[in-house]
């Protein structure tokens, strides 16, 4: 596919004639809570066969007009990012490893058939919407605005073919707080009927019909009284995968870090930015096949003594409990290990300027 831009796009800007006054914005900043409220703006690049992307645009925040074939709707050709921009106590405006974000979508994009959009014009594309919707990064503290980047089969065609019409947008919505009494432990239902990828699926993209494939055992762990579910390889069902939209990693007596190998998994910018930060305090990582009956015996026997799940949503979120259908692992009132806390203190940190970038993860875009 030919999608490579030998120079950035030129963006075209149409302010909001709609923006919200101050006071609503601020109401509305006051208890954002995470993926109701959206900023004034959005920003959009097209995508045709024939002229490569084009038309790169921030403009009013509103609902897309999408024709009823559009195969998107039909076939789910989709994928899309999850970042978040911090407000830093010297007023400026930082997001966490985008350019990596730019990476993973180009990953996804070639597993789901659509065109790459270069780092240079998915960074625009945040940098020129976090500029106008500056006003909607809260300064409360752990609250952040949550950037959705996403593209879309646009073309209308009920035909199966990788589109030829493609739209790329942006938008941008406050997010309070993700523990506003303090970080709790989280109860997770082990998925032992259904799958979330298999071997040559989709499980390393970000696209939605993963988290279509999640939200039946995603119920099932509410009526279980949990909160996420656990997946398992779907082959052997053994093997520890992922959680619908959290990676995990188990921390062993001796200061060993484990966590699932890439494969079917998706590579979690917070999973990476985690396994740095522990290799980097000494702890030994290991990236490896890790089955439920290791955990449980772990466990048992004392050697496992931390299990925690991280996403850009979260952060990092000790994991208390594992419930399944004849046994459980830990307990839902489990305190939270010492190293999950203080890896979630370090990568906290770093994100809201309270710590040093000594690894260039922090890019200023106000
Ligand atoms: C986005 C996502 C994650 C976490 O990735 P981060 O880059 O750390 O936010 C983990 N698993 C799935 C299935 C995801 O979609």
């Known amino acids: 596919m030919t999608t490579t831009e030998s120079f950035p796009l030129a963006f075209d800007t149409t302010p909001s004639a709609a923006r919200r006054a101050d006071a609503e914005r601020e109401a509305i900043l006051a208890d954002p809570g995470f993926g109701k409220h959206f900023t004034d703006h959005m920003a959009s690049i097209a995508w045709s066969f024939?002229?490569?992307?084009?038309?790169?645009?921030?403009?009013?925040?509103?609902?897309?007009?999408?024709?009823?074939a559009a195969s998107v709707l039909h076939y789910a050709q989709e994928i899309f990012e999850g970042l978040k921009v911090y407000r830093w106590a010297d007023g400026s405006i930082r997001a966490f490893r985008p350019e990596a974000n730019a990476e993973r979508l180009q990953r996804s994009a070639r597993r789901l058939a659509l065109p790459e959009l270069s780092t240079a014009d998915f960074l625009a594309a945040i940098e020129r919407l976090v500029a106008i919707d500056a006003d909607w990064v809260p300064?409360?503290?752990?609250?952040?605005?949550?950037?959705?980047?996403?593209?879309?089969?646009?073309?209308?065609?009920?035909?199966?073919?990788?589109?030829?019409?493609?739209?790329?947008?942006?938008?941008?919505?406050?997010?309070?707080?993700?523990?506003?009494?303090?970080?709790?432990?989280?109860?997770?239902?082990?998925?032992?009927?259904?799958?979330?990828?298999?071997?040559?699926?989709?499980?390393?993209?970000k696209t939605g019909g993963n988290y279509a494939a999640s939200l039946l055992p995603q119920a099932e762990a509410y009526e279980q009284g949990c909160q996420q579910v656990l997946f398992l390889d779907s082959e052997e069902r053994t093997y520890v995968e992922e959680l619908g939209g959290m990676n995990v990693f188990f921390v062993h007596r001796?200061?060993?870090?484990?966590?699932?190998?890439?494969?079917?998994?998706?590579e979690g910018i917070t999973r990476s930015s985690?396994?740095?930060?522990?290799?980097?305090?000494?702890?030994?990582?290991?990236?490896?096949?890790?089955?439920?009956?290791?955990?449980?015996?772990?466990?048992?026997?004392?050697?496992?003594?931390?299990?925690?799940?991280?996403?850009?949503?979260?952060?990092?979120?000790?994991?208390?409990?594992?419930?399944?259908?004849?046994?459980?692992?830990?307990?839902?009132?489990?305190?939270?290990?010492?190293?999950?806390?203080?890896?979630r203190d370090e990568l906290t940190g770093i994100q809201y300027g309270r710590l040093p970038d000594h690894h260039g993860w922090m890019r200023r875009l106000a």
């Open 139 to 205: 300064t409360a503290p752990e609250t952040s605005l949550y950037l959705r980047p996403f593209m879309i089969a646009s073309e209308a065609f009920l035909g199966v073919r990788a589109a030829h019409g493609v739209d790329f947008h942006v938008i941008a919505s406050p997010a309070g707080a993700y523990f506003p009494d303090g970080v709790k432990p989280l109860s997770i239902w082990l998925s032992q009927d259904f799958s979330r990828a298999g071997r040559g699926g989709m499980g390393a993209a």
């Open 274 to 343: 985690v396994m740095r930060l522990a290799e980097e305090r000494g702890h030994r990582v290991e990236e490896r096949r890790f089955t439920v009956e290791e955990w449980r015996e772990g466990v048992e026997s004392g050697d496992i003594v931390e299990a925690f799940a991280c996403g850009t949503a979260a952060v990092i979120t000790p994991i208390g409990r594992l419930k399944a259908r004849d046994f459980e692992i830990g307990a839902p009132d489990a305190e939270p290990g010492a190293l999950t806390m203080s890896l």
């Open 254 to 266: 001796d200061g060993t870090v484990v966590t699932p190998a890439l494969g079917t998994i998706l």
């Open 50 to 68: 024939d002229r490569g992307w084009h038309d790169a645009v921030v403009k009013p925040y509103g609902p897309l007009q999408l024709d009823p």
